[in-house]
């Protein structure tokens, strides 16, 4: 039997290099997607923005501060939703273990895959090529034994990067990544390490399981024992893409703030609806999920009684579960899903009054595909959320 091989592909500072690409003139220049509104928050940003201190759900205000110079442009998750399909239909089709995490990330299991490609890091710069010469985009490739040593090693090199982990090497590249880098350790925890003197990978697989839960509690001291060990904690754990859309994004420093949290649920509603709409997939559940700074997970699922044409039916209803699920606090990672998926434009269930529904969602599917032809026409959810921030157009 062979041993297990997984990749992980990511998009290189996906949303910044699509405008990039659109627009050659933001080359080489300091780039962020977001609204320069006094309550708005920075989406994401290009390196160049980052050697800034520039980061994700940084609040406008603060990015701007440190990055004075920056073009600051509004998201178009439409095109960001119809370059990342281009990008997913040949991974998909690249190897039949296919799992889209998110809009800019996807796991291959190319276990038992020899036979067609013979050495794993080969096929990886294959897959590179081919992705770089069909969409003009690059991705960082990490390839590991878990979707968890993929993932830390896909970010090992980048951008535009490749590295392998060779089977056994596990813990090896866990110390050479280092504590300051291990997935899902972000600065609070850091922080709470170097009160009790764990300073390296090497100090955390001193601890026993039940003292590191004794230190710092059963959710998170589990997690450090498996991940200092280079085992998979379980980071994600996805249905295939025939089964449910889905989307998850981690957050360093951790997520707060109202403003905050709601801007990127709507652009994870936006994301899953519009892969949906592209694959003309009706969905009967929404689900959101939530990671706190202290490792512990939870996740809640709602299927209305009515039907879910539009990505502002989706928002609705992952906010409203979000609610009644969010204990307060800091969020590492925030997730937004749909589940229980079927072909087709309207509700399997019977419904009164949907004439108005369907119009919407006709109007919502005729704008993405507008916008992949060129046209630049924003999304009604988007724009009210903008309001709601005061931002101006």
Not at 190 to 195: A, D, M, P, V
Not at 386 to 392: L, T
Request: aromatic share 10%; glycine share 8%.
């Amino acid at each position: 039997m062979s041993n297990p091989v997984f990749f992980h592909i990511d998009l290189d500072a996906f949303f910044a290099s699509v405008e990039v690409l659109d627009h050659p003139e933001y080359k080489g220049k300091p780039l962020i997607i977001g609204h320069p509104g006094p309550r708005s928050v920075a989406s994401t940003c290009s390196y160049e923005a980052r050697r800034y201190g520039v980061h994700s759900a940084m609040p406008m205000v603060t990015a701007l501060k440190l990055c004075p110079n920056a073009i600051c442009i509004p998201g178009r998750m439409d095109r960001y939703s119809e370059k990342s399909k281009e990008v997913m239909d040949i991974v998909k089709n690249f190897a039949p273990g296919f799992i889209q995490a998110s809009i800019d990330e996807a796991y291959l299991d190319m276990t038992g895959m020899e036979r067609i490609y013979p050495k794993a890091n080969e096929a990886g710069h294959l897959l590179k090529r081919m992705i770089k010469e069909t969409t003009g985009l690059t991705v960082s490739i990490g390839i590991g034994s878990s979707r968890f040593i993929a993932k830390m090693a896909s970010d090992y090199r980048k951008p535009d990067g490749l590295t392998m982990v060779p089977y056994g090497k596990e813990t090896d590249f866990v110390d050479a990544v280092g504590i300051k880098k291990l997935w899902g350790v972000g600065k609070a925890m850091q922080e709470e390490l170097k009160k009790r003197r764990i300073f390296t990978t090497q100090d955390l697989r001193s601890f026993s399981e039940s003292n590191l839960e004794r230190l710092f509690g059963n959710s998170a001291g589990h997690y450090l024992y498996l991940v200092s060990r280079g085992i998979d904690p379980g980071i994600y754990q996805g249905e295939s893409k025939t089964r449910s859309v889905s989307t998850e994004n981690t957050f360093y420093p951790d997520l707060f703030g109202q403003e905050a949290i709601e801007t990127f649920l709507l652009e994870m509603s936006q994301e899953v609806m519009f892969r949906c709409l592209s694959d003309g997939l009706m969905a009967r559940t929404v689900g959101v999920k939530i990671r706190y700074n202290d490792f512990s997970t939870t996740s809640i699922q709602i299927t209305p009684d009515e039907g879910i044409y539009t990505s502002h039916d989706v928002y609705k209803l992952a906010k409203e579960i979000f609610y009644k699920r969010y204990h307060g606090g800091g969020i590492r990672l925030l997730g937004v899903g749909l589940y229980s998926l079927y072909k087709g434009d309207h509700a399997q269930q019977l419904e009164l009054f949907v004439e108005d529904k369907e119009r919407l969602r006709r109007l919502e599917k005729a704008i993405v595909e507008m916008n992949k032809k060129g046209a630049d026409i924003k999304k009604a959810a988007t724009l009210k959320k903008r309001n709601q921030f005061n931002v101006q157009e």
